[in-house]
């Protein structure tokens, strides 16, 4: 360990003439040594220490620690574009702060959220100094894994975090009310104005957002296209530090990377997945504590990683499995030697048709039911059923829910108790044969282990915007997950049509996002059909495999 010396502020110019600032850490020695890099949004002060260490103790490891505000953000000059000028200016930073004094010319990255994205973007010109990155958390398709989840609009995510963003483009303007509004929306998020989805505050404050993009350009659009990692980084090769977290609205988008650049990358690919949200990465996610091996290990992780890359020092990585995923329930550290795959358990859905009512009339069963069930259930948008926990909505993790699946707008179906453990690892898939009495409406899926003594956590969920004038089977796909349920626990598959405000609320007919108005919205009937007939030899027509 080294000590470290004082903070320093320095500039560099981007190759059109804007001013990036950064802040540097350096050991307090002679000697040259590599650059660890991270590129933010949120004022460089903060250096992403909501998570990390502090660059300092990096610094004392032995690296210069360099955190940058990106172009139009903390002191840096420029426009803040979302993600548009991250690729180009990435590039100058990193051939940057390979010449800075003291740099050995060996440059890694790290950094979660925005910082995680700013180290693909950099990569994607392949600068010949970037060696490793550490990208946790991030998108791969930036439709598909952020902004939108089964066609649906991840609503409290999108909207606070542009207004955060919208915010600080207020504060540099020294705009007091702008800024006053735009907090105070943050506090109290404005999804029941006249427009739910597209509330005043956006529209006539936050004029420079990207949400505005976001609400209104559809998936096949090249905005898309032109900022997302699975569209640039073709023909890029680096060892790659991928870290996520259970219940992290970005997980998709981390596996898919990771699964993307495992399956071509000549270098070594690893894989860390915590018991976390987005943030913090501690021991206790909602309302369930997971015990001290779920403290954060990514510091001292990212260290032997860029000591092996940067350094060239052994460190034993090659001997340790690639893929490292916590055990919910048993609450330890698993080895993989790639992301799991394994067979699937298959739960069928039946019920007397009083799932909606009764919590004990719904059930999942190993066997395919030999009879054909039916469960009606409303979704009122006055009462929408709101969200709690899981990845999608504020505060993430584990709570109990039960009531919540006490409402009659949610159909339960719970298993008989488990004889033996139940190790749940991986993708988990929903099929529901499914239709409704408008045009357009919302299936939010739920899957929670029910305790001896009655408590009810969830364990993941998936939602899918669903559009269709007939029945069919409607695949959904959760949240991949990592959990051993014990014996003498039971499992419950619920249903509802809302998860409101996690994702925006379905008004059952097709209005285009940002037009969406409170008196558009209509109550929807949505008939869920599980069980089979024999005489057709149909079975299992709703069915979750785990």
């Given amino acids: 360990m080294f000590t470290v010396l004082p903070k320093q502020t320095v500039s560099m110019y981007t190759r059109d003439g804007v001013r990036l600032d950064a802040d540097v850490y ?11 890099l991270m590129r933010q949004p949120y004022g460089r002060k903060i250096a992403s220490t909501v998570v990390y260490a502090h660059p300092s103790w990096y610094a004392a490891h ?34 940057w702060v390979a010449q800075l004094p003291g740099s050995n010319g060996k440059v890694g990255m790290y950094g979660f959220s925005y910082q995680g994205m700013t180290q693909l973007y950099a990569a994607v010109n392949q600068p010949s100094a970037l060696k490793a990155i550490a990208p946790a958390m991030v998108s791969y398709d930036l439709y598909h894994d952020w902004a939108y989840e089964g066609g649906a609009f991840c609503l409290q995510m999108n909207l606070t975090w542009a207004l955060q963003l919208a915010s600080e483009n207020a504060r540099r303007q020294n705009d007091l009310s702008a800024y ?54 073709g023909s890029v090769d680096l060892p790659m530090f991928h870290i996520g977290g259970w219940f992290d609205t970005h997980l998709r988008g981390t596996l898919k990377l990771f699964q993307a650049m495992s399956s071509r990358s000549q270098y070594r690919q690893q894989l860390v997945v915590g018991p976390w949200g987005h943030l913090p990465w501690g021991r206790k996610v909602g309302g369930v504590d997971f015990g001290e091996n779920a403290l954060s290990p990514i510091d001292r992780m990212q260290i032997a990683w860029f000591d092996h ?12 499995p690639p893929v490292w995923l916590f055990e919910m329930g048993n609450n330890i550290w698993q080895s993989f030697d790639d992301f799991p795959s394994s067979e699937k358990n298959v739960y069928y859905l039946m019920s007397t048709g009083l799932a909606a009512i009764r919590e004990d009339e719904g059930y ?65 898939i929903a099929e529901i044969y499914a239709e409704a009495d408008q045009p357009s409406f919302d299936l939010s899926l739920v899957l929670s282990q029910v305790n001896r003594n009655g408590t009810i956590f969830n364990i993941t969920q998936g939602y899918r915007r669903c559009h269709a004038s007939i029945g069919e089977v409607y695949k959904i796909h959760l949240q991949p997950t990592c959990i051993c349920i014990p014996q003498g626990c039971s499992i419950r598959l619920s249903i509802s049509s809302a998860c409101f405000p996690a994702y925006s609320l379905n008004p059952g007919i097709k209005v285009p996002l940002d037009t969406q108005n409170l008196l558009d919205a209509e109550i929807i009937t949505v008939k869920i059909t599980g069980g089979g007939d024999m005489q057709t030899g149909v079975t299992g027509l709703s069915r979750i495999l785990l």
């Fill in 364 to 428: 999942l069963t190993p066997e395919p039911p030999s009879q054909v069930s039916i469960d009606t259930f409303l979704h009122d948008p006055w009462r929408p059923v709101p969200s709690l926990g899981g990845h999608a909505g504020f505060p993430a993790g584990m709570f109990e829910r039960s009531h919540i699946d006490s409402r009659a707008d949610v159909l339960t179906y719970t298993s008989a108790p488990l004889t033996a453990d139940l190790y749940i690892r991986g993708e988990v």
């Fill in 309 to 320: 890359h940067l350094k060239d020092i052994d460190v034993g990585l090659s001997e340790q």
């Fill in 26 to 36: 350096r050991p307090d020695t002679t000697g040259d040594f590599p650059v660890l």
């Fill in 180 to 233: 006053q509004q735009l907090t105070q929306a943050v506090q109290n998020l404005p999804v029941w104005d006249t427009t739910p989805n597209y509330p005043g505050v956006m529209r006539n404050i936050a004029v420079d957002s990207h949400y505005h993009q976001w609400l209104t350009k559809p998936p096949e659009d090249e905005y898309w296209r032109n900022l997302s990692p699975c569209n640039l980084l």
């Fill in 62 to 95: 032995g690296y210069i620690a360099v955190i940058q505000d990106v172009r139009g953000r903390g002191s840096s000059e420029g426009r803040f574009e979302l993600f548009a000028q991250e690729i180009a200016d990435g590039e100058d930073t990193i051939n």
